[in-house]
């Protein structure tokens, strides 16, 4: 929503490239970015519907907004993601649903929930005051601390599975783990082309086998 009110675009349209809305988070990519100075230069020269038209579906509002007359200002380019809203508050709240869902079919909440209360305090780790279940609201320092745990805690659930659940659950394990492996090469200070392989290779891996949520 910063985005909607900072740059003038709808909500369902990317704030970097020139996608249909219909096309987000697909490989039908244009790749070619958001370019205001170009669109206020369209405005001045053509005021025709067809120009209008245009604009409205790329979900583009050319009324003026903050950065109006800034030309050597990439206004696209001025916000940088953050592991709390991308990761933490936006991936990992998602998969927080699918695994309560995934584990209450299964039987195994009550597992997951007990070895969960029972994780030890060490610095930097604030030891959880309430089940899994019981956490209405996840603030920023939880899911901090859902990030270090979960792959953990997630192993000792499912522990000698009925035979027709092994499959199920090592697929489950498999999607966290890639998250959680993204999630900590992110935080490092600095990054060489093989670590980004890494994490590319981590981040299509979550999106391979996150399937296995589907119906959460």
Same mark, same amino acid.
């Given at each position: ?64 907004? !903050?950065?109006?007359? *800034?030309?050597? @200002?990439? /206004?696209?380019?001025?916000?940088? &993601? =953050?592991?709390? +809203? ?59 601390? !859902?990030?270090?745990? *979960?792959?953990? @805690?997630? /192993?000792?659930?499912?522990?000698? &599975? =009925?035979?027709? +659940? ?51």
């Amino acid at each position: 929503m910063e985005n909607v009110a900072l740059h003038g675009i709808k909500s369902n349209v990317c704030s970097e490239f020139e996608e249909l809305p219909g096309e987000l988070e697909t490989d039908a990519n244009s790749n070619r970015a958001l370019d205001y100075t170009r669109y206020q230069r369209c405005e001045r020269q053509s005021a025709s519907d067809d120009s209008r038209t245009m604009f409205e579906t790329l979900g583009i509002d050319l009324e003026k907004t !903050l950065f109006h007359g *800034l030309y050597w @200002v990439s /206004a696209p380019r001025l916000h940088k &993601p =953050d592991l709390l +809203h991308t990761v933490y508050l936006g991936l990992c709240k998602h998969l927080i649903d699918w695994i309560s869902g995934f584990l209450k079919k299964h039987a195994r909440l009550h597992a997951f929930d007990d070895t969960w209360k029972a994780l030890p305090p060490y610095p930097g780790f604030f030891v959880p005051k309430k089940a899994y279940r019981e956490v209405t609201q996840w603030q920023g320092k939880e899911m901090r601390n !859902l990030g270090r745990c *979960l792959f953990g @805690v997630l /192993a000792v659930a499912p522990r000698q &599975p =009925d035979s027709r +659940h092994v499959i199920a659950f090592k697929h489950a394990l498999d999607c966290v783990r890639a998250l959680v492996n993204f999630n900590m090469m992110a935080q490092y200070q600095s990054h060489t082309p093989e670590m980004i392989a890494y994490m590319e290779e981590y981040f299509n891996r979550f999106h391979r086998m996150k399937d296995i949520f589907l119906e959460f």
